[in-house]
């Protein structure tokens, strides 16, 4: 296989070619983009009072009449002119809303190429494999649970555990809480809702069949015994395609998005303070 070959197969290379006619029509469908900074012309293209007139019905529910569609193109020309005597000015240099905007609007510019993405089924199956914990469902435990004591005592808790296991009542063992004794069936966010982030994994990964502690919550600790446990399942392809795609293109949006600003940052000479200024700052 030639390099020519090769590099027409590469799938960066479609979305940098996507990303150079993005900024292509983009200057075409907006020439007052190239004009403002340039000369004193000022032009109201067709689709730009088109834009207006659609802006105009959405807010109204009706089309504008003549003169009030004369007022929208005065008032954009007055918008003209005020952005280009700005930029003349050089108002925009140290205004860091200006240019935070400006960013943004170039970072929508480059990652809208992602949009006209057609991936392949196969780069979604693909896809779909490599994140496939992403798309299963959660797992679901239910399980009882004795509290132990607010402080860590290992001598006291392996005490408990073993009368625990050697069939000694609940009831009988630990402390009394308003924390219920049986959980049924539950999710992540419930589990760790009622007890603590990390209570729900730190008793998924407890054995079956056994007592087992101590399991740290947002109150002590616990002795735990799982009754039940229904692992999370991956669901068929078909049924959860379109937010793979939407996930696919969102992560070759981003995939896009820093090839062409490494490329960008690329064709300009860059200088930044030296070491010395930076550890005036940072020790």
């Known amino acids: ?102 960013a943004q609007k170039m970072t929508f510019l480059i990652t809208s190429a992602a949009g006209a993405l057609t991936p392949s089924e196969s780069d979604l199956r693909g896809y779909f494999e490599e994140n496939s914990e992403q798309y299963a469902s959660e797992p679901k435990l239910a399980f009882q649970q004795v509290f132990l004591a607010e402080q860590q005592d290992q001598a006291a808790f392996d005490e408990a555990l073993s009368a625990l296991n050697s069939g000694a009542d609940p009831v009988s063992i630990g402390q009394r809480s308003m924390l219920p004794a049986e959980i049924r069936l539950s999710t992540r966010p419930a589990v760790d809702g009622m007890f603590g982030r990390g209570v729900f994994d730190a008793v998924l990964t407890a054995p079956t069949g056994t007592w087992h502690g101590p399991i740290q919550s947002g109150f002590g600790y616990h002795a735990v015994f799982v009754t039940e446990l229904v692992q999370g399942e991956l669901p068929e392809f078909a049924a959860v395609q379109d937010a793979v795609i939407s996930d696919y293109r969102e992560g070759k949006a981003q995939e896009l998005t820093e090839e062409i600003l490494k490329e960008l940052r690329a064709s300009y000479d860059v200088v930044l303070p030296d070491q010395a200024a930076r550890d005036a700052i940072t020790q």
Not at 11 to 38: C, D, Q, R
Not at 42 to 68: G, H, L, V
Not at 80 to 101: C, F, G, K, T, W
């Open 1 to 102: 296989m030639t390099i020519i070959t090769r590099l027409l197969k590469e799938p960066l290379l479609h979305f940098l070619l996507i990303g150079a006619g993005i900024f292509v029509v983009f200057y075409a469908m907006n020439p007052a983009a190239k004009e403002e900074t340039s000369d004193k012309r000022i032009e109201i293209s067709e689709a730009e009072m088109a834009q207006m007139a659609q802006k105009f019905q959405t807010t109204w529910r009706r089309q504008p009449n003549d003169e009030e569609l004369t007022v929208l193109i005065d008032s954009k020309v007055r918008e003209h002119i005020l952005v280009q005597e700005a930029l003349s000015l050089s108002l925009d240099q140290n205004d860091a809303v200006i240019r935070q905007r400006l």
